[in-house]
């Protein structure tokens, strides 16, 4: 309240009036415990937030502080429309009367209708909307997940385009993704922030930096997480060839000290993006986050 100017602080002043009790319950509550939200807020049953691709580790988490709430995934809501809505404990139902709705297959570049969708196949979006915008390409990736009645459910996997290839290692969005996901799930401590970037080499070779937020690990233990990203990359065959043949450097890791979410979406927003509409990425093609990014390389 402090920061506030007299005028606004003044105006709450006189809207909000103290409720001891409520105080009370706030100071009761310790803040440390992993449930400590589901404390303060004890009567919250369900949560709307995004929980597809690079989200779902957020969503894991406010899971962990909401044991008691049901976490609903927003579905794919684009600035130019929406794609798939939640419906009931449903996810990611096609809004089929929202929009006309065509999806690409990335292979044949055929557009499919929604009627004619195969199950766990992938597609990007075409939009089509009442207002005028013609078969727009969101560059957002799909799978077909299910059905719901005659309408195909679909997840959210990334953009099109974020790709990397350095000495032909051909990393994209979808693949650091899902290498990520399985490390975390083999780290033993809690993980923050974590992103993937093509980086300064420490050796004079191409290589990738893992950008890391981990306040319990050491320096030791969090340059294990990076063997760990480094091995679940090479599931893939391209970038275990570039790692075998020595044309690319092991995966370094750089420690987070900062806000990194802040501080990634101050640089997004630099570029052009907008606030509302940023997402923290799991995996980006510039370099060089290590010189807007606060932290430190660790060995």
Not at 75 to 83: D, F, P, S
Not at 221 to 235: C, F, H, K, N, S
Request: some cysteine; charged content about 30%; proline content about 7%.
């Amino acid at each position: 309240a402090a920061g506030l100017h007299a005028e606004v602080r003044e105006a709450l002043r006189r809207r909000l009036r103290p409720c001891p009790a409520r105080a009370a319950a706030v100071a009761a509550v310790d803040l440390a415990q992993p449930d400590a939200p589901q404390r303060l807020w004890p009567r919250l049953r369900l949560i709307s937030c995004w929980a597809d691709a690079p989200d779902d580790p957020w969503a894991a988490r406010l899971r962990l502080s909401f044991p008691r709430a049901r976490i609903q995934p927003k579905g794919l809501v684009a600035t130019e429309g929406i794609v798939s809505i939640p419906f009931g404990r449903v996810r990611g139902v096609a809004a089929l009367r929202s929009h006309y709705l065509e999806f690409v297959e990335p292979a044949t570049g055929v557009a499919r209708r929604a009627w004619e969708l195969e199950r766990g196949a992938e597609y990007t979006v075409l939009l089509t909307t009442g207002g005028g915008l013609y078969r727009y390409r969101l560059q957002d990736r799909v799978r077909v997940e299910s059905r719901f009645l005659r309408a195909p459910c679909l997840r959210f996997l990334g953009r099109e385009g974020l790709r990397s290839d350095l000495v032909g290692e051909k990393l994209d969005g979808e693949q650091v993704e899902a290498a990520l996901a399985r490390a975390r799930r083999r780290w033993p401590g809690a993980m923050g922030f974590a992103m993937l970037a093509p980086g300064r080499p420490a050796d004079g070779r191409a290589g990738y930096v893992c950008y890391a937020a981990a306040e319990s690990a050491d320096d030791a233990t969090l340059a294990a997480w990076g063997a760990i990203v480094d091995e679940e990359l090479q599931e893939g065959y391209h970038y275990r060839h570039a790692r075998r043949t020595g044309q690319l450097a092991p995966c370094r890791v750089f420690r987070l000290t900062g806000a990194p979410e802040a501080e990634v979406q101050d640089r997004l927003a630099a570029r052009g993006a907008r606030r509302g509409g940023i997402k923290l990425p799991a995996f980006s093609p510039d370099p060089d986050w290590d010189r807007v990014l606060r932290g430190r390389f660790v060995s």
